[in-house]
């Protein structure tokens, strides 16, 4: 069991910067895939960005490639998403995600992960 809870969001200009911290509980949280997805009200969830348990391999969406970063410290059971240059199309509420090591499912699809945090809000003013 893996439980999560994020930090760092709230009200910031265009063009601003904003890092969101996820800090998990359990043993085992190098092994867990993480990622970052966002919801914007009336829309789906949609993915952000994801890392491997040996941040080996990142992988984010194309609306956020070159301005946001997904980064883990294992030792201190945190992922986090440097999110710069930051538009008002970003504003949604930011979740932080576990997927099992062993999970067969696709890095993009929320369906795939399964431990969630709470979220936090991230607005971008124009």
């Known amino acids: 069991q893996v439980q999560l809870i994020e930090s760092g969001g709230g009200l910031v200009q265009a063009g601003g910067s904003l890092r969101l911290s996820c800090a998990a509980s359990g043993r085992t949280f190098s092994t867990y895939r993480m990622g970052w997805f966002r919801q914007a009200p009336g829309a789906e969830r949609e993915f952000v960005a994801a890392?491997?348990?040996?941040?080996?391999?990142?992988y984010y969406a194309d609306s956020v490639k070159g301005r946001f970063t997904i980064s883990r410290d294992n030792a201190k059971n945190s992922v986090y998403l440097q999110m710069n240059s930051l538009k008002p199309e970003d504003t949604a509420v930011y979740y932080c995600?576990?997927?099992?090591?062993?999970?067969?499912?696709?890095?993009?699809?929320?369906?795939?992960?399964?431990?969630w945090g709470q979220g936090t809000q991230v607005t971008v003013s124009s």
């Open positions: 995600a576990a997927r099992l090591p062993w999970d067969a499912g696709s890095w993009f699809q929320a369906g795939s992960y399964q431990y």
């Open positions: 890392i491997a348990w040996s941040a080996g391999s990142t």
